[in-house]
């Protein structure tokens, strides 16, 4: 079933809406070298809808500007996002175990350079992917799997398409 475009734009307003909610409610924790981005648990939500990927994209966008994101920080923090959502995406008529690994990819490999290079992080690269990649594999993870393992028992009453 094809998706009409108020459906659609509704859920990607919602999730973005959810995800910068998310990052304000935790900054303390969202933010910085050592992070763990409680609103990164959404991005296994394109697993369920395709409006998830503009929604993830615009949410993290907002979540780093608002967070006091330099402009690099911006653009390739929410590059990783989008790019992280299209791969669930991608992978969403594969197993449910699957959505998380392209968020937590693209985070690993991109965000560290920004913290090194863009904000003067002290930490070398592999330092930087190692505590991203845990704060990612905490909340994509875990509580994204947690998440998707909820979501689906009731994915025709929460995504309806039309």
């Known amino acids: 079933m094809k998706t009409n475009k108020v459906t659609f734009m509704t859920q990607a307003a919602m999730i973005a809406a959810i995800y910068v909610v998310l990052c304000v409610v935790f900054k303390p924790i969202s933010y910085g070298a050592i992070q763990t981005r409680i609103a990164e648990a959404l991005t296994i939500l394109p697993f369920f809808t395709p409006a998830a990927v503009p929604g993830l994209f615009v949410g993290c966008l907002i979540a780093n500007l608002l967070g006091g994101g330099i402009i690099a920080d911006v653009i390739c923090g929410s590059a990783a996002t989008l790019i992280g959502a299209a791969g669930t995406w991608m992978l969403r008529n594969k197993s449910r175990y699957l959505a998380p690994l392209p968020p937590i990819i693209a985070n690993v490999l991109i965000v ?49 398409t039309a």
């Not at 992917?129 to 929460?158: F, H, N, Q, S």
């Open 112 to 160: 560290p350079w920004v913290l090194k290079y863009g904000y003067g992080e002290p930490f070398g690269i592999p330092f930087l992917m190692g505590t991203v990649g845990i704060g990612e594999i905490l909340t994509c993870g875990i509580m994204g799997l947690i998440l998707v393992t909820v979501l689906d028992r009731y994915r025709g009453l929460i995504f309806k």
